[in-house]
């Protein structure tokens, strides 16, 4: 079975930091690239964050140097830590394979994700 489990989000005021953690079930992501996305209300969904199997990571040119990616593949885990949020990194953060699971023709697989909200 394929799951993912998003948690860790919460209400933080500017300047302030989270971290969230990405519990994934199933063989398929332990050797695969892992992204955070985020959707914000009226918007498309955006990857910000990547780490390749091997640890490599890469950002979005709008949480660089603030966010950073990190597994630990024995807990089969994959975090997110933010610092210096802002109020525009509000969202309903996700995490998946890059590209995204797809699970039938059209449609991909995605958790139930997990609310960021930050503050003025």
């Known amino acids: 079975q394929v799951q993912l489990v998003e948690s860790g989000g919460g209400l933080v005021q500017a300047g302030g930091s989270l971290r969230l953690s990405c519990a994934h079930f199933?063989?398929?992501?332990?050797?695969?690239?892992m992204g955070w996305y985020r959707q914000a209300p009226g918007k498309q969904r955006e990857l910000v964050a990547l780490?390749?199997?091997?640890?490599?990571?890469n950002y979005a040119d709008s949480v660089k140097g603030r966010f950073t990616i990190s597994r630990d593949n024995a807990k089969n885990t994959v975090y997110l830590q933010m610092n210096s949020l802002k109020p525009e990194d509000t969202a309903v953060y996700y995490c998946?394979?890059?590209?995204?699971?797809?699970?039938?023709?059209?449609?991909?697989?995605w958790g139930q994700g997990t609310q960021v909200t930050v503050s003025s």
């Open positions: 998946n394979t890059e590209p995204p699971v797809r699970v039938d023709v059209g449609r991909d697989y």
């Open positions: 199933g063989s398929i992501f332990s050797a695969r690239t």
């Open positions: 780490i390749t199997g091997g640890g490599r990571a």
